[in-house]
């Protein structure tokens, strides 16, 4: 099947419409190993906390994070720019699981790795000008979850700030399409919940 029926039939077959040519997708179960995945991530991986700028101010990302990808897939966002590292076995192996269900073949992936419910992601949309040459207004985002579930929550940027809640985990693949990115932030919200580990890896495609 060519590349953009792919994409086509997971919209069609997996696809909730969000409204004002936002789009997402969710595929669970995509890996099955899932919890192998990640400890093999974890031990091949230089994950870290990073160092970014909120509010003017340097602060560590609470969770560890690791940047991949082809040389030209610069990336920069929180005040900072990151250079990506190259692919690894772990990591090829899971761009290729994806690029077989999605059509895309990503030149990047930033790794999120949660070590327990006080790791967290803040508010914030993936909007860069360099994730394409229509961006933010189409973004092609497809972030794949290892190991336990968390509540991953979409709030648009209205004023009326609906919400939509997810839970990934488990080796489920969330698409994210369309507006998505212009429309709504997304989070990770911390829990007081005892929760596993958690890796996330969105695939992206930075423009040359
Ligand atoms: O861990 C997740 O599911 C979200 C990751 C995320 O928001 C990001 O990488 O921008």
Redesign the pocket.
């Known amino acids: 099947m060519a590349p953009l029926d792919r994409l086509a039939r997971l919209r069609a077959e997996h696809g909730v419409e969000l409204g004002d040519d936002a789009w997402i997708a969710l595929v669970s179960g995509l890996i099955r190993d899932h919890e192998a995945r990640m400890h093999a991530l974890v031990a091949e991986l230089p994950l870290a906390p990073e160092s970014i700028v909120i509010f003017g101010r340097p602060v560590e990302t609470p969770r560890l994070v690791s940047f991949h990808g082809e040389p030209h897939a610069r990336y920069g966002y929180s005040g900072r720019v990151f250079e990506p590292r190259p692919w690894t076995p772990g990591l090829s192996s899971l761009r290729d699981a994806v690029e077989e269900l999605v059509g895309v073949r990503f030149d990047c992936v ?1 790794v ?1 790795h ?1 070590r327990s419910g006080d790791d967290a ?1 803040g508010w ?1 949309a ?1 909007d860069e000008p360099e994730l394409g040459p229509a961006a933010p207004r189409d973004v092609l ?1 497809a ?1 794949l ?1 290892l190991g336990a579930p ?1 509540r ?1 929550v979409l709030r648009h940027r209205r004023r009326t700030k609906e919400r939509r809640e997810l839970s ?1 985990g488990e080796g489920s693949l ?1 698409v994210m399409g369309g507006a998505t990115q212009h429309r709504y932030q ?3 919200p911390r829990t007081a919940k005892p929760v596993g580990p ?1 890796t ?1 890896l ?1 695939f992206r495609l930075i423009r040359r």
Request: proline share 0%; glycine share 0%; net charge positive.
């Open positions: 930033l999120n949660y992601m914030h993936d985002i972030s979850s968390r991953f990934l969330l997304h989070a990770v958690r996330n969105t």
